[in-house]
């Protein structure tokens, strides 16, 4: 593949499977062997393959059940493919055994996916989530 149809099928990633809920769009577009490296995931991760695609978006839409993303920016080389994005929801189900707080969050972030064989088979991620807890209001914002 292009780097221009890596930097698509991230898009997909984002807009389809979280955006839409559209769960099923994971088996087109990872690996069975696909890894999501996020230092938030809860313990023991999210899986592997397209399930987990699926237990992270089905993770965050229970508390944010409105969440969308926005792709701000994308490079792409190679195999990789960076994308820097913005998130917007409603805090309204439990996440991580915090209860909803009703509030609505924007947090950027930035993630790096490896693709093999026209698939992602892996993404590094990293967010804000100080600032998701501080507007959450579990976690005091700095003075």
């Known amino acids: 593949m292009s780097t221009a149809e890596n930097k698509a099928t991230v898009r997909r990633w984002y807009l389809e499977i979280f955006n839409q809920n ?6 087109e577009i990872h690996t069975a062997t696909y890894t999501n ?3 938030y995931a ?9 399930q987990a695609t699926r237990n992270v978006v089905t993770l965050y ?22 994308t820097r994005w913005t998130a917007t929801g409603t805090n309204t189900g439990s996440l991580n055994g915090m209860p909803p707080t009703n509030r609505r969050i924007m947090i ?3 993630s790096v996916e490896r693709f ?11 967010w804000d989530f100080l600032s998701m807890l501080q507007q ?6 700095a003075s």
Not at 22 to 27: I, Q
Not at 42 to 50: C, R
Not at 116 to 126: F, G, P
Not at 136 to 141: D, N, R, S
């Open 42 to 50: 809860p313990p023991g991760g999210f899986g592997v393959g397209p």
């Open 61 to 82: 839409r229970a508390a944010f059940p409105d969440v969308q993303f926005t792709i701000d920016a994308q490079v792409a080389e190679g195999d990789k493919v960076a």
């Open 108 to 110: 950027s972030g930035i």
């Open 22 to 27: 559209r769960l099923d769009v994971a088996d």
């Open 116 to 126: 093999e064989d026209s698939k992602i088979a892996e993404t590094w991620v990293n």
């Open 136 to 141: 959450l209001g579990v976690m005091p914002a």
């Open 37 to 39: 490296h996020d230092p």
